[in-house]
T-cell receptor, first 111, second 112 residues
Framework: SQELEQSPQSLIVQEGKNLTINCTSS?????LYWYKQKYGEGLIFLMMLQKGGEEKSHEKITAKLDEKKQQSSLHITASQPSHAGIYLCGADIRYGNKLVFGAGTILRVKS | ETGVTQSPTHLIKTRGQQVTLRCSSQ?????VSWYQQALGQGPQFIFQ???????GRGNFPPRFSGLQFPNYSSELNVNALELDDSALYLC???????????FGPGTRLLVL
């Protein structure tokens, strides 16, 4: 979707390294969601951000929302093989919870 | 495990046929959305159902239709299948008024 741009498209990191995935919206965000997907499977909810400046963490994953820039970042600290997968950002840009998704970032963690 | 189930997991159809996919929502979730995810892309919103009525639709033709039942389970019907309909179809459920959607494992459709 051109409404949500994710970068990078793919990422290979050494186990233990930190990494950041970015998501930029071309429209006003009413809510920003991060999901993780194993290839060909359903989406696993990670975090939702609604307010500018909001930051949430779960285990080693932290997500931030910059409302003014209409951007969100997902940061993984000390990556592990279990972090491998496709990370998708989704945004409610039309209000009413009809989500628009980015194309995803493929993360591979090398042991 | 999100509590959202979908059936079947995989199916193969030929061009021009019709298909019905099913989704069972997480307990208590009264809103269901359907998404199409083509290979290498993010999911695209098809439509949403709340209280058995369509409550928003994405950029999909009328041959994509749906139903929601009193128990909040849902169906996605696609008529006159085209090769480009080959994709992973995901349903997601939530409680109306709460934002977070929980996704099922998806149905992989291949149209030959």
């Amino acid at each position: 979707s051109q409404e949500l741009e994710q970068s990078p498209q793919s990422l290979i990191v050494q186990e233990g390294k930190n990494l950041t995935i970015n998501c930029t919206s071309s429209k006003t965000l009413y809510g920003l969601y991060w999901y993780k997907q194993k290839y060909g499977e359903g989406l696993i909810f990670l975090m939702m951000l609604q307010k500018g400046g909001e930051e949430k963490s779960h285990e080693k994953i932290t997500a931030k929302l910059d409302e003014k820039k209409q951007q969100s970042s997902l940061h993984i600290t000390a990556s592990q093989p279990s972090h491998a997968g496709i990370y998708l950002c989704g945004a409610d840009i039309r209000y009413g919870n009809k989500l628009v998704f980015g194309a995803g970032t493929i993360l591979r963690v090398k042991s | 495990e999100t509590g959202v189930t979908q059936s079947p997991t995989h199916l193969i159809k030929t061009r021009g046929q019709q298909v019905t996919l099913r989704c069972s929502s997480q307990s208590g979730h009264n809103t269901v959305s359907w998404y199409q995810q083509a290979l290498g892309q993010g999911p695209q919103f098809i439509f949403q159902y709340y209280r058995e009525e369509e409550n928003g639709r994405g950029n999909f033709p009328p041959r994509f239709s749906g139903l929601q039942f009193p128990n909040y389970s849902s169906e996605l019907n696609v008529n006159a299948l085209e090769l480009d309909d080959s994709a992973l179809y995901l349903c997601a459920s939530r409680i109306q008024g709460l934002e977070t959607q929980y996704f099922g494992p998806g149905t992989r459709l291949l149209v030959l």
